[in-house]
């Protein structure tokens, strides 16, 4: 027996209410942007600066007795992370301590270190301190910079890459609906105060090539259908091409979801943050590629009749769709 989530075949009208939807995305995204401005986001340590303790015993790592012996010195946000590594022997356990730079200071004082040296010493013994490292506001700020970059490189690179497979409307749809998940994410993030650190720029990225694949699934439909569907409005032609694929939409979405949402509850503390943000953005990605890349397309128009020679052909691009 096969499991359908969505019947083989629905005509829903999804442009019925189309001003509610994309009012709906407008007010979440001043939301978010409100958020940002007014609190910002809590930085961890990869954008904030701090120190990075490594560790190694023979004793295995119990990060609940890690954390337990370095709370009473409350340093704020301390990261403890088991390194795995097939290189290791048996008795080679290693683990990696990461604590925020402390308020005024640009990194964590020589006392600090000791207290938590000392510390851990009291529960595991044998405890080696194989390295420690500290990453200054300097560092932390190239960090962001950088970490801006890419996602806006990655932006343009798909606005680049939808124009020369579809239209230049496509493109701004796509983009359109990118930026709206990535700044939809951001915003959750400041308004939960969740910490920000390098592994929710890998989400970030991650989220941009998920939304822009439901995106380009729909896109590539709704072009087959323009070939086939000449005479039919642009709108009847967008919900015909939405409905067609809003079975392998919806299946792909919840068994996304249910591995992520399996990770969150059971992967620990260490990609928790991680997870979530790949949540949520499955969540607003699987929306706007129906109900902000696809109104944008409707809003813009687009060439009907694709049965005409590219302007492509006989070029480099003749064959992008291959």
Excluded: C
């Amino acid at each position: 027996m096969r499991l359908k989530l969505v019947p083989q075949n629905t005509s829903f009208d999804f442009f019925k209410h189309w001003k509610v939807w994309l009012g709906i995305s407008g007010l979440m995204m001043v939301v978010a942007f409100t958020s940002f401005l007014l609190q910002g986001l809590n930085f961890g340590i990869d954008f904030r600066g701090g120190t990075t303790i490594r560790t190694q015993s023979a004793v295995e790592i119990d990060v609940g007795t890690y954390r337990d012996a370095i709370a009473p010195l409350e340093l704020g946000d301390v990261t403890i992370t088991e390194i795995f590594d097939p290189t290791f022997a048996d008795d080679e356990n290693v683990a990696m301590i990461r604590i925020q730079a402390q308020e005024d200071a640009e990194a964590v004082e020589a006392a600090t270190i000791t207290a938590v040296e000392e510390a851990l010493q009291q529960v595991v013994p044998d405890i080696q301190f194989v390295s420690v490292e500290s990453v200054g506001p300097k560092v932390s700020g190239e960090l962001i910079q950088t970490a801006v970059i890419a996602v806006a490189l990655a932006i343009g690179a798909v606005l680049v890459y939808i124009w020369l497979r579809f239209e230049w409307q496509f493109a701004l749809g796509a983009v359109a609906a990118l930026v709206h998940d990535v700044i939809l994410t951001i915003g959750i993030f400041s308004e939960l105060q969740i910490r920000f650190d390098l592994a929710i720029i890998a989400a970030l990225l991650t989220i941009v090539g998920y939304s822009l694949n439901d995106t380009v699934v729909v896109f590539d439909r709704v072009r087959e259908n323009l070939r086939k569907y000449k005479k039919k409005d642009l709108k009847e032609v967008l919900n015909i091409s939405i409905n067609e694929t809003l079975s392998r939409t919806v299946m792909t979405s919840v068994t996304t979801l249910l591995a992520l949402i399996s990770l969150y509850v059971l992967g620990g503390d260490v990609i928790r943050g991680f997870v979530f943000a790949m949540i949520w953005g499955v969540i607003v990605g699987t929306y706007s590629s129906v109900f902000v890349a696809s109104t944008i397309l409707l809003w813009l128009g687009v060439k009907r009749d694709w049965s005409k020679p590219s302007n492509t052909a006989g070029n480099q691009f003749a064959n992008i769709d291959a």
